[in-house]
């Protein structure tokens, strides 16, 4: 048993040619608790079923301690917490306590919406889908597989894509609408044929031809089970045989064809009562009965109906089971969903005081700013005004010294004219003793 619940996310039970003793012994010389995570994840997914839950508990409580301490990396603690929590939810899940599967499954996917763990968030919607879907709650199945589909899409996560796909084909299938489940049986055949898929191959063609065979093509429907059949022959898919021969020998008793009808139900009731899943030997039963009636043969007919009637009494036990846990499940979803909503509400209120704060900041912000830019602009205009006032000046001053040079040119000039046209003393004297004499 392994810890993933579905097996499209099953792990390879091994890790690049480590064997488990090496990671025990790891684990016991690792020096940090990120170190002993890590390696705890990894052992859950390889160790045996006896060990793993012992790893998974260790894991918890080391990621736990850690962020009660509030030790750094906390989205990495919480990341690992979660793994724990899905890990506790499949194996409540294998005990049959699908109220404890499902409240794990939840605690996890809420840790991968708080730190946003995309790839996480996908397997868990994944993982809480198929609960849904095999408890017959249709809505609640669809909702969590696109959920996982809308990620998985972003991702680019292509195999895990593909499986979504054809769980919501099986889910309109359950549901009765064969063209919305035939829509997308072909979207996840043609994306598990490119990753080469072989397993996921023949589930997808063994479903389109289930859902042609309930439109009545029975050519069609043949068709598609025949190439189920081969592929699930070639990988030694012993349930998926049981399947696929008790699906032809149905549609070939339909067409007439009873030795070939026959012989396709003997092998598929031998394969599934090797198995021992009642719900096959309850079809092939089915199957076997329908063919000895028609050839009269009603001691075996009648020991057939004996066999499909224990085989669905079994079943109905586990349908009466399955009701009241849904009944359950949804006491315990909508009990989450309040709490959620209330979380929500919290976390609405918390949000919408920081954006009133932040818009006070930005406010305030924008005030401070605006002021500052008006001050920016008087002390910029008084600083033109005092360059205008200094330009003023300083020309005012260039026209005084320009006048004072001009009164004083013109002192001089009258001045110099003043000594060049008045005679002197000495002169004069000089000149009226000339004239003196001469007379």
């Known amino acids: 048993m392994k810890k993933i619940i579905f097996i499209l996310f099953i792990f390879p039970c091994f890790l690049f040619g480590q064997n488990i003793d090496s990671l025990k012994l790891a684990l016991k010389n690792a020096k940090h608790d990120t170190t002993r995570c890590n390696i705890l994840s990894i052992l859950t997914e390889t160790a045996s079923d006896e060990e793993w839950p012992v790893f998974n508990e260790q894991l918890k409580i080391l990621a736990e301690k850690n962020l009660?301490?509030?030790?750094?990396?906390?989205?990495?603690?919480?990341?690992?917490?979660?793994?724990?929590?899905?890990?506790i939810g499949y194996l409540a899940k294998f005990k049959g306590d699908i109220i404890k599967s499902l409240n794990y499954l939840h605690k996890g996917l809420k840790i991968q919406e708080e730190i946003n763990d995309k790839k996480g968030k996908a397997d868990s919607y994944y993982n809480i889908g198929l609960m849904y879907r095999d408890q017959g709650d249709h809505l609640k199945a669809l909702e969590y597989n696109y959920k996982s589909f809308r990620i998985q899409e972003e991702l680019g996560d292509t195999i895990r894509m593909a499986y979504s796909l054809n769980n919501i084909g099986t889910i309109y299938d359950n549901q009765g609408e064969a063209d919305k489940a035939l829509k997308y049986y072909l979207m996840s055949l043609k994306m598990m044929e490119q990753i080469g898929d072989k397993q996921g191959i023949a589930t997808g063609i063994n479903n389109i031809g289930f859902t042609y065979d309930k439109k009545g093509n029975i050519e069609k429907a043949l068709e598609y089970y025949f190439k189920a059949l081969k592929i699930r022959e070639e990988n030694n898919d012993k349930l998926g045989i049981?399947?696929?021969?008790?699906?032809?020998?149905?549609?070939?008793?339909?067409?007439?064809?009873?030795?070939?009808?026959?012989?396709?139900?003997?092998?598929?009731?031998?394969?599934?009562?090797?198995?021992?899943?009642?719900?096959?030997?309850?079809?092939?039963?089915?199957?076997?009965?329908?063919?000895?009636?028609?050839?009269?043969?009603?001691?075996?007919?009648?020991?057939?109906?004996?066999?499909?009637?224990?085989?669905?009494?079994?079943?109905?036990?586990?349908?009466?089971?399955?009701?009241?846990?849904?009944?359950?499940?949804?006491?315990?979803?909508?009990?989450?969903?309040?709490?959620?909503?209330?979380?929500?509400?919290?976390?609405?209120?918390?949000?919408?005081?920081?954006?009133?704060?932040?818009?006070?900041?930005?406010?305030?912000?924008?005030?401070?700013?605006?002021?500052?830019?008006?001050?920016?602009?008087?002390?910029?205009?008084?600083?033109?005004?005092?360059?205008?006032?200094?330009?003023?000046?300083?020309?005012?001053?260039?026209?005084?010294?320009?006048?004072?040079?001009?009164?004083?040119?013109?002192?001089?000039?009258?001045?110099?004219?003043?000594?060049?046209?008045?005679?002197?003393?000495?002169?004069?004297?000089?000149?009226?003793?000339?004239?003196?004499n001469r007379g």
């Open 68 to 87: 009660a301490n509030n030790n750094s990396p906390k989205n990495f603690y919480l990341k690992h917490l979660a793994t724990a929590f899905n890990n």
């Open 242 to 436: 049981a399947i696929s021969l008790n699906n032809i020998a149905r549609l070939k008793f339909k067409k007439g064809q009873i030795a070939e009808a026959i012989l396709f139900a003997d092998k598929g009731m031998k394969m599934s009562m090797e198995l021992g899943y009642p719900e096959n030997i309850k079809n092939s039963a089915n199957t076997l009965k329908t063919i000895f009636q028609k050839q009269n043969k009603y001691k075996e007919a009648f020991e057939m109906y004996e066999l499909e009637v224990k085989m669905r009494d079994s079943i109905n036990n586990e349908e009466t089971q399955k009701a009241a846990v849904k009944k359950q499940m949804q006491y315990q979803y909508e009990s989450q969903a309040r709490e959620l909503k209330n979380e929500q509400d919290k976390k609405d209120i918390i949000a919408k005081a920081e954006l009133q704060q932040r818009e006070k900041e930005r406010n305030y912000f924008i005030v401070g700013f605006a002021l500052v830019i008006v001050l920016a602009g008087f002390i910029f205009r008084s600083y033109r005004q005092k360059q205008k006032a200094n330009i003023l000046i300083a020309q005012q001053k260039h026209e005084v010294e320009e006048s004072r040079k001009e009164i004083l040119d013109s002192i001089h000039y009258a001045k110099r004219i003043q000594k060049a046209h008045l005679p002197t003393l000495n002169y004069i004297e000089k000149n009226l003793n000339r004239l003196q």
